[in-house]
């Protein structure tokens, strides 16, 4: 597996692009799902660029989680054409688990596996990696995750023990440790506590100026905060797609701006 | 009414219970007394002699268990794994179905198809003078308990949260370092119970034993022979308990055999709870034991 | 490098091996049931079901009514025994036992639920057979069987009446019931398929029971109809039991398969019937 990994890496570098569309990291277009006879997703066109955040709001049962979770291949059966990396993936080099490794997706929900902090870290590792892990791997992720002052005393302790917050932060240096090319979020800060809110923001922030992230929120406020390209979805669709400030203040469509007035109105 | 009715009840079956031990310990007393705990390594048991040494079935009874378990451990952990990880509903259905119309099967006639279909078998098939032996016991138990370790197994792989599948797959780990690192670590409490009721299954299954095993009170010569003719404890209690009379040293000696086998599956169901986390007669310890 | 071995297998070769490993579990219901059928089925005459036949001549085509009758007497005995004391204890559980009584109260079942049946055969026979002097009788065996399907009864009752709502409790609890009436009006009505499933699995195992009831409840022939509870009967797995054993006489054998054919017919009718209606759910 891990040779797999690395040839893959070293494809995603050399072959050919099947695309010329530079500073683009991934390129969804025409993006269909139905599961259970249900049209979940229907016509889903949007791109990231290499970095920076993207924000995906929009009303309960719009699709976005489902949407992560084609991405990161949990839905298989879906339509359409998607580019990460300027390849397709369904072709991608190395097959299904070499492309999850590349899109970090973090749940809404911690899971951490019951073993070690360090061992939940480089849980998807190959196995030669995780007994020898890359020097300085585990404390650079974690500091990335900026969980590291927190657990760098007790790395042999069981991950369980860690607070929500904390358990969520694991997650997220566990799929860094993967050398993601993007991470994907589900609502990674809900029914977090505000200081666990307000380091996985800062964590957020920071990783953006090396990659590009999606991240599905409920938020408002913490969408104004992160800032970014927000995309708006509603019903399968992507309504609107416009950046943080243009969205904020001069939505174009009546949907988006309907969602503004009922979303702030619950806050208040 | 329904307040006496209830402490009756409960009164009852405690009653039943330690009266039961307590005639299991007291009719067996005789046994032990005259002949002393060392009968339990002793080889030789001739009723007619007075020679009573309960090692040939203790034996018996250790090795049906364990061919059985070394058969049914590894099938019974793969169907629960196909079961849950690699079949869709409708034939995961079927293959639960069958398992409970084995589990249901009553072992008598478990003991028939050993008899009439597994002996002529093994008897031609490895050229033996009889095909009634220990592996035919422990090749027909394993059929028996297969359906409790392959159901115990696949409801504790159920129990294994879709949280922690989806998050190993969407670290993209591949299948089987999924399954071994994953999937049978979180789910071996549960396949840890089924094993070891398993266990106690195969030690306490009797007509099924009884009609194939041979009933003969030897130690198996070298001791690896499972090809030959024995005994079990179980099966000697019910080949001989029709002939001894009350109150015989006899009647002693096979109530012996019943207190053993009381003994060895009352300390593997224990086992099982404490594992399971759930060994509860000390208080305070369950509580403690959960994180 | 020490590498594990899993690591490396191929995923395919690794799903081929589970397969493989499974083969067993997959045929071997089919292979036994399709078995007991192709022997019992041909030897199954009419005859030996409509008590034309004398039950004495067990050589040519003997009756098997009186086992079919015995068995299901010593079925229903012990259920009718086992059931009202099983409902008792899990009530008790669930209304007056304390958490630590709760604890030991199921740790003592699942220790009786291990207990191998032949011991408590060879309890029986110490008290009710000898000590009691019942002799060899159909009480004494429904007794026993009672006691073996206790643990499971109790088991099932406690799990069911787990499943009821607290709130339904709860409320019916505020409207100023009592538990008597709460366990009429509000546990039973939603309890009782699963009850009656797991009465159906108590009966099923009280009729595949052989070992317990072989030495103190049945003997092989010469019984139609027991006179009182305290007659011996027949029963179809000791039948098959002694049957089997007759390798001289091909017909006894058949004879015995033609039993089992008849003793799993029995058995699974009663655990079909159970998981048809565990799929029962009264009142949403």
């Given at each position: 597996m891990n040779t797999k990994r690395k040839t893959s890496d070293m494809l995603v570098a050399t072959a050919q692009p099947a695309?010329?569309?530079?500073?683009?990291?991934l390129q969804v277009s025409g993006l269909k799902l139905s599961l259970g006879g249900k049209n979940i997703l229907r016509d889903i066109s949007f791109s990231l660029r290499e970095h920076g955040i993207n924000i995906l709001i929009g009303p309960s049962g719009a699709g976005k989680s489902t949407l992560l979770r084609c991405l990161n291949q949990l839905h298989a059966d879906w339509q359409g054409e998607m580019l990460i990396m300027n390849h397709h993936a369904r072709q991608w080099p190395g097959g299904t688990d070499a492309l999850r490794h590349q899109m970090g997706l973090i749940a809404q929900k911690p899971a951490v596996f019951p073993c070690s902090i360090e061992k939940n870290v480089t849980f998807g590792l190959s196995s030669r990696e995780r007994k020898h892990p890359p020097a300085g791997l585990i404390e650079r992720v974690l500091r990335q995750a900026v969980l590291w002052d927190e657990v760098k005393d007790r790395l042999?302790?069981?991950?369980?023990?860690?607070s929500i917050g904390q358990q969520q932060r694991l997650c997220i240096a566990r799929a860094l440790a993967l050398s993601p090319s993007m991470l994907l979020l589900d609502e990674p800060t809900a029914s977090l506590d505000p200081r666990s809110k307000q380091l996985i923001e800062a964590s957020l922030s920071q990783l953006a100026e090396t990659m590009p992230l999606l991240c599905v929120t409920h938020d408002i406020e913490q969408a104004q905060r992160l800032g970014g390209q927000i995309i708006f979805m509603c019903d399968g669709r992507i309504i609107e797609i416009a950046s943080a400030d243009t969205f904020f203040t001069r939505p174009e469509r009546l949907e988006a701006r309907e969602f503004l007035r009922w979303s702030t109105c619950d806050c208040s | 009414m329904l307040n006496l009715w209830m402490r009756a009840s409960v009164f009852i079956t405690l009653v039943v219970v330690i009266l039961m031990l307590g005639f299991l310990v007291s009719q067996s007393w005789p046994y032990w007394w005259q002949y002393g705990i060392g009968m339990l390594f002793a080889g030789e048991w001739y009723p007619y002699e007075r020679l009573f040494g309960m090692a040939p079935a203790i034996i018996g009874s250790f090795w049906a268990a364990v061919v059985a378990l070394i058969i049914a451990i590894p099938t019974g952990i793969a169907a629960a794994v196909m079961s849950t990880e690699l079949m869709s509903g409708p034939w995961r259905g079927l293959l639960r179905g069958g398992m409970e119309l084995l589990a249901g099967i009553p072992s008598v006639v478990y003991g028939l198809l050993g008899l009439w279909v597994l002996l002529p078998f093994l008897q031609s098939s490895l050229n033996l003078l009889t095909g009634h032996n220990l592996l035919a016991a422990g090749l027909l138990l394993s059929v028996m308990v297969l359906p409790t370790i392959m159901v115990m197994a696949q409801d504790a792989l159920h129990e294994v949260h879709i949280n922690q599948r989806e998050a190993a797959l969407s670290l993209g780990i591949d299948w089987n370092t999924r399954l071994w690192r994953v999937l049978l670590p979180q789910a071996w409490p549960g396949i840890r119970s089924g094993i070891l009721l398993a266990l106690g299954r195969a030690l306490g299954e009797t007509m099924a034993v009884m009609l194939v095993v041979g009933s003969m009170d030897r130690i198996p010569d070298p001791w690896y022979n499972l090809l030959a003719p024995a005994q079990t404890l179980t099966s000697r209690i019910g080949r001989e308990i029709g002939e001894a009379t009350f109150g015989s040293i006899h009647f002693a000696a096979l109530m012996a055999c019943g207190l053993l086998l009381a003994v060895a599956t009352i300390a593997i169901s224990l086992l099982a709870q404490e594992k399971r986390g759930q060994f509860t007669f000390f208080p305070g310890e369950a509580g403690s034991r959960k994180k | 490098m020490k590498l594990s071995p899993f690591f490396h297998v191929n995923n395919r070769i690794a799903k081929t091996v589970t397969v493989l490993l499974a083969i067993p579990a997959l045929l071997l219901p089919a292979a036994c049931l399709l078995y007991i059928l192709f022997k019992g089925i041909p030897a199954l005459h009419w005859d030996m079901l409509a008590g034309t036949a004398s039950a004495v001549s067990f050589g040519a085509i003997g009756s098997l009514w009186p086992q079919v009758a015995g068995s299901l007497l010593l079925m229903l005995g012990a259920c009718m025994i086992a059931a009202p004391v099983a409902l008792g204890i899990a009530l008790f559980h669930a209304l007056c036992a304390s958490a630590r009584q709760q604890r030991m109260l199921l740790s003592l079942l699942h220790l009786l639920q291990g207990i191998p049946p032949i011991v408590y055969g060879l309890c029986g026979l110490i008290?009710?057979?000898?000590?009691?002097?019942?002799?060899?009788?159909l009480l004494t065996g429904a007794i026993i069987l009672a006691v073996i399907i206790l643990p499971m009864l109790v088991l099932n009752t406690v799990h069911a009446i787990d499943r009821i709502p607290l709130e339904r409790t709860e409320a019916a609890r505020a409207l100023g019931m009592r538990d008597g009436q709460i366990v009429r009006r509000v546990w039973l009505p939603a309890a009782w398929p699963s009850l009656l499933t797991g009465l159906l699995l108590g009966m099923a195992r009280a009729l595949s029971e052989t070992a317990p009831i072989l030495f103190t409840a049945t003997v092989f022939?010469?019984?139609?109809?027991?006179?009182?509870?305290f007659s011996p009967v027949t029963s179809l797995q000791t039948h098959i039991f002694y049957l089997a054993q007759e390798g001289a006489n091909a017909q006894a054998v058949n004879i015995a398969w033609a039993s089992a054919v008849i003793l799993v017919a029995l058995v699974t009718t009663f655990s079909i019937s159970a998981s048809a209606l565990r799929k029962i759910r009264v009142g949403g």
């Open positions: 695309t010329t569309t530079d500073g683009v990291s042999h302790e069981s991950a369980a023990i860690l | - | 008290v009710l057979v000898h000590m009691l002097h019942w002799g060899i009788c022939s010469g019984i139609n109809w027991p006179d009182s509870l």
